[in-house]
């Protein structure tokens, strides 16, 4: 029932979200709709007992890749899709408290909460790089040697 | 063949939009190849960063070499025009619009007003806001104090920008203004758990866009473009956080 409601709310804020970034009307849904597979990933994940970090990656490789395969088929940017996927993952909270322990001089307490934030920020961008590895393979730019010739 | 200069104009437009509105590097740089190479330009080079555009290309073979470049001051996000502007240069590539045509619908999409009315961003903006503070750990009655924090917020960074045209300094402001009246609303007794109300609040203030553009451009190669879009959006989040110290230093 709780998780029901978090869903209901997570699509709502989404909504919102894709109103400020000016979504495109017919994106609108859609992204509400992978903000919510986002939520109950994380959830789920978290539920089942593996550890906030790798849920959160979990959460946004799920998320890019629907965007990914959505934006493919209604022919828009990816990244009005992906933005609103991936928003319920943003670490607002752990920030908050980060900021919070320095201004209360807990340096150490900061600390802690700032390295939790950077790790989640990293997770969600370590799930955006493996969907965008997936869909672009063949497509990419060369690194070290040239085997191609 | 079609007139080098016009096309030149047509694709620094295209160009400049996108990037303005918030698109990523390499959708500038490919968008605006692709539209060269169509119009049967060769030896066609874009190089996009943050802040300009450069393109070049050649009419003939070795004769009559093209290369302009346009500054980019604004960025602003707004999504719906990125994708109008993708959905033209399609076209354009595709052989259905003529150079006047594309000409009249980017300059149409250029001066077109934002696609949301600006009251319906701020009520979204308090959605958003309200939907975090309960996804964040409140309870049901810190919804209404996050929603009116949030809303203040928002009207706050657009009122700060349109008169006072800073940069980051329209976050912090925001910050404070959207803290502060969670603060006064929590302390006449609207909400309980503060912290949620407060997270809630900033919560539309989030760069997004900058944030996922900077993983996508460092990803793809775009390392310039990549560090300072991460930049920009390491400094707005760092204002929102001096904003709301600032004024939990001073209330609480």
Redesign the interface.
């Known amino acids: 029932m709780d998780l029901i ?2 869903l209901l ?2 699509f ?13 009307k017919r ?1 609108l849904l859609l992204g509400g709709g992978i903000g919510v597979v986002t ?1 109950f990933v994380l959830q789920t994940g978290i539920n089942m007992g593996t550890s906030a970090i790798f849920a959160t990656v979990l959460a946004s490789l799920t998320a890019a890749t629907i965007a990914h395969l959505l934006a493919k088929k209604i ?3 990816v ?2 899709l ?2 609103p996927g ?3 993952l ?1 670490p ?2 752990r ?3 980060t ?2 322990a ?2 209360d001089g807990d340096y150490l307490l900061g600390l802690e909460y700032g390295v939790e934030t950077m790790l989640q920020a990293g997770a969600i ?1 370590a799930g ?2 493996l969907a ?2 997936i869909f ?1 393979f063949g497509k990419g ?1 060369g690194n070290r040697y040239e085997t191609g010739h | 063949m079609k007139a080098a200069d016009e096309v030149m104009d047509i694709c620094l437009l295209a160009g400049e939009i996108m990037l303005t509105y918030g698109a990523e590097t390499y959708r500038v740089e490919e968008t605006l190849e692709r539209m060269a190479r169509s119009s049967g330009f060769t030896n066609v080079h874009c190089f996009t960063t943050t802040t300009g555009i450069f393109l070049s290309f050649e009419e003939r073979k070795g004769k009559e070499d093209l290369m302009q470049m346009v500054r980019v001051d604004d960025r602003m996000q707004d999504l719906n025009k990125v994708t109008e502007v993708n959905q033209v240069s399609r076209e354009f590539t595709a052989g259905e619009l003529t150079v006047e045509e594309a000409d009249q619908r980017l300059k149409a999409i250029s001066k077109a007003p934002i696609h949301y009315p600006i009251w319906l961003i701020h009520l979204a903006a308090g959605v958003a806001g309200s939907g975090f503070s309960y996804l964040f750990g409140g309870g049901l009655q810190d919804l209404l104090p996050a929603y009116l924090a949030a809303v203040i917020a928002s009207v706050t960074l657009v009122e700060f920008e349109r008169y006072l045209k800073v940069r980051f300094a329209a976050e912090l402001a925001a910050a404070f203004v959207g803290g502060s009246v969670a603060i006064l609303l929590v302390f006449i007794g609207v909400g309980n758990n503060l912290d949620q109300i407060i997270i809630g609040s900033l919560m539309p203030l989030v760069p997004g866009v900058p944030l996922t553009n900077a993983v996508r451009d460092l990803l793809s190669g775009d390392l310039l473009a990549g560090m300072s879009r991460g930049v920009e959006a390491l400094l707005t989040s760092l204002s929102i956080a001096s904003g709301i110290a600032l004024s939990i230093s001073l209330f609480l």
Not at chain 1, 16 to 22: D, K, N, P, T
Request: glycine share 6%.
């Open positions: 409601i978090e709310m997570t709502a804020a989404i909504i919102g979200f894709g109103v400020i970034f000016s979504v495109p994106a939520w022919r828009i940017p990244t009005t992906s933005i991936i928003l319920p943003v607002g909270s920030a908050y408290f900021m919070l320095f201004v961008a955006l790089v965008l590895s672009s730019i």
